[in-house]
């Protein structure tokens, strides 16, 4: 059973470059969230897409925009990128409807903006 | 502002003692999952409570919620090197499709 995989593992781009980071849910799952860890904080929630719409957005900019495609993966996208972009991003799966709460990540996206 | 308070920040313990680690808040959350985070890995789910004073056990780990749902703690008997990491506490609360994270504690469990 494939868990969430998430590409490329370490990014390293120029301030004011664009980014595009991409996820694959866990088998099963229809539902994608982004989070933003800084070096020794806990993970920010930055947005979630269900059903190819984004369904709820954390506090980031309009800088921040994502996409999921009809088999569920997704992509996060960051324009104009600043030094304090530099983080893990993560992605998480989980099923969108039913009582579950649980949420799965994957490995994470380092990226440093130089 | 953190939704979450998790502490201590910081635990340095020798192989065998116990800790305990909290997770404190003033919101009411309808689920609570701890996870633990290897250094440049994602997190990885240990459990997942849902009903207010709920306790859950995964081996040497016991997890509790509590009554009010406001609050979670986490306690790890006889520890051992390989429960070193970063524990992670996260809650959902109702109509809120977000986990919100505490800071996370670095556990250190020298041999």
């Known amino acids: 059973d494939a868990g969430v995989t998430q590409s490329p593992t370490h990014l390293i781009k120029t301030r004011g470059q664009q980014v595009t980071l991409r996820c694959s849910p866990k088998?099963?799952?229809?539902?994608v969230s982004w989070y933003q860890q800084a070096l020794g904080q806990g993970p920010q929630f930055i947005f979630q897409?269900?059903?190819?719409?984004?369904?709820q957005r954390g506090n980031f900019p309009d800088r921040f925009s994502g996409h999921q495609f009809p088999n569920y993966s997704s992509e996060l996208n960051v324009n104009a990128l600043l030094l304090g972009d530099s983080a893990l991003y993560l992605c998480?799966?989980?099923?969108?409807?039913?009582?579950?709460?649980?949420?799965?990540f994957g490995p994470g996206t380092r990226l440093t903006v130089t | 502002t953190q939704l979450l308070e998790q502490s201590p920040q910081f635990l340095s313990i020798q192989e065998g003692e116990n800790l305990t680690v909290y997770c404190n808040s003033s919101?009411?959350?309808?689920?609570l999952q701890w996870y633990r985070q290897e250094p440049g890995e994602g997190p990885v789910l240990l459990v997942t409570?849902?009903?207010?004073?709920e306790v859950k056990k995964l081996k040497r780990l016991t997890f509790q919620f509590g009554d009010a749902r406001k609050d979670s703690s986490l306690h790890i008997t006889a520890a051992q090197p390989g429960d070193t990491g970063l524990y992670l506490c996260?809650?959902?609360?109702?109509?809120?499709?977000?986990?919100?994270f505490g800071a996370g504690t670095t556990v250190t469990v020298r041999a």
């Open positions: 088998s099963g799952h229809d539902t």
């Open positions: 409570v849902v009903t207010g004073g």
């Open positions: 919101s009411v959350f309808s689920s």
């Open positions: 897409y269900y059903e190819e719409e984004e369904r």
């Open positions: 996260a809650g959902q609360r109702s109509n809120d499709y977000k986990l919100s």
């Open positions: 998480a799966s989980r099923s969108g409807t039913g009582t579950s709460y649980e949420q799965y």
